[in-house]
């Protein structure tokens, strides 16, 4: 696509009076870059900032004031990169294209990035916010086989909107404030959903005494094996029990709260061709792949599952939503992958599982601690789900900012 077809339609549209559409070329210097051989020791760990679409895609804020490799000053001189001064706006052009920084010091980069030198037409804040407001265009201008690349002409030739240069600079300085502003209130929900996320595991620690801790009394240790077994009811694929029981994978069961996702008409989705087990609401389904280890849910329908959940059935005395919570504790987990590394998905060890030991407390206690923490972890999923709201509230934030600003409302 070419920059003229991409952007007919985007200058079309009307500016604010003394606003005027500009090309890069115009009004900036478009500097690529280039890398030293990886060869040669004496062009690398140098004092001159190299920067990579890496480097662009680590920042934390706009200014670039180093890089995760350097070069030499001999490094730099046999590989044609070119040198840009502080307040040069750099650009990922490739792998991806769109992340973006300001050079807070002098700096040269690779071939992945171009460097937009501003001339004493555009204020350099001002230009990395409408270029900032522009990456979905400037994605949409990449072309290449390999990976999709922006070239140095298609900037050259790409119009932003340009203010007078004194509101340029006054709108840069109010994008800094509100970005600022959005950043705080950010990285403050990102906290607060951390938080959020540590509630089920500080609410089961509470639950259960510690091994250093005395029991209760009428509390016992007792093996896991002792207050369930595995129930490996076998289901052929094409009997007429398959045919007749909804399938269950890991997929289907959420991961916070063991809820089991059904479709609006109360389906599982999956139909499931495999050899399953059967379980029904007298089982609590245990995901024993390591990342599904908290996915320990209680069907209230019959059904079967496959063969990577186990249906564990409670013994006499032990209530069953009790022993879910049981194995979500982290002691739990731990003890069903103790000594199990070295490959990508290993599976809990059953009969390590079965041997753990667990204080169990009297079955009217079991009841009692199952309906505290259903309640307690009912609402860290409520919150949860609140914060990620915001979260995602807050994320689309600099979008909005920039389109207010870039339509001459701000």
Not at 21 to 26: A, N, S, T, V
Not at 164 to 181: G, N, T, V
Not at 244 to 263: F, W
Request: hydrophobic residues 35%; contains cysteine; neutral net charge.
């Amino acid at each position: 696509m070419s920059t003229t077809t991409a952007q007919t339609e985007t200058t079309k549209r009307p500016l604010p009076a003394g606003w005027r559409w500009g090309k890069l070329g115009e009004v900036c210097r478009v500097v690529g870059g280039s890398t030293p051989s990886s060869h040669i020791q004496d062009y690398w760990n140098g004092e001159i900032v190299w920067i990579t679409p890496k480097d662009l895609g680590q920042l934390d804020s706009p200014i670039i004031t180093s890089s995760e490799r350097k070069i030499t000053k001999e490094g730099y001189e046999n590989c044609g990169t070119e040198m840009v001064p502080a307040g040069a706006v750099v650009l990922s052009s490739r792998a991806p294209i769109g992340h973006l920084g300001i050079a807070g010091v002098p700096l040269c980069t690779n071939q992945g990035c171009k460097s937009f030198v501003p001339s004493a037409q555009i204020d350099s804040e001002f230009l990395y916010y409408s270029l900032k407001i522009s990456v979905p265009k400037l994605q949409a201008l990449g072309s290449g086989a390999t990976f999709t690349e922006v070239s140095k002409t298609d900037l050259e030739n790409f119009s932003i909107p340009l203010p007078p240069l004194d509101e340029q600079r006054r709108i840069a300085a109010m994008l800094r404030e509100q970005m600022a502003a959005v950043e705080r209130a950010r990285r403050a929900a990102e906290e607060q959903l951390e938080a959020a996320k540590a509630l089920p595991a500080a609410y089961l620690r509470q639950a259960f005494p510690r091994p250093d801790q005395p029991l209760p009394p009428g509390w016992r240790w007792v093996k896991l094996g002792e207050v369930c077994r595995q129930d490996r009811t076998i289901i052929e694929p094409g009997s007429s029990l398959a045919e007749s029981l909804p399938y269950l994978s890991l997929e289907h069961v959420e991961s916070n709260t063991g809820r089991i996702l059904k479709q609006p008409n109360g389906e599982i989705e999956d139909e499931g061709k495999s050899t399953t087990f059967y379980f029904d609401s007298r089982h609590v389904l245990y995901g024993k792949l390591r990342p599904y280890l908290n996915k320990v849910a209680l069907p209230d329908f019959a059904g079967r599952c496959t063969t990577e959940m186990i249906p564990l059935l409670p013994a006499d005395q032990t209530d069953r939503e009790f022993l879910c919570w049981v194995l979500r504790r982290q002691e739990t987990v731990d003890a069903a992958m103790r000594g199990k590394t070295g490959s990508r998905m290993p599976r809990a060890d059953m009969d390590e599982l079965m041997n753990f030991s667990i204080p169990l407390p009297p079955l009217s206690e079991q009841r009692r601690i199952a309906a505290i923490l259903r309640k307690q972890m009912a609402a860290a999923e409520r919150a949860r789900k609140v914060l990620e709201e915001q979260l995602e509230a807050i994320n689309r934030l600099p979008a909005a900012i920039l389109r207010k600003a870039f339509n001459g409302e701000l």
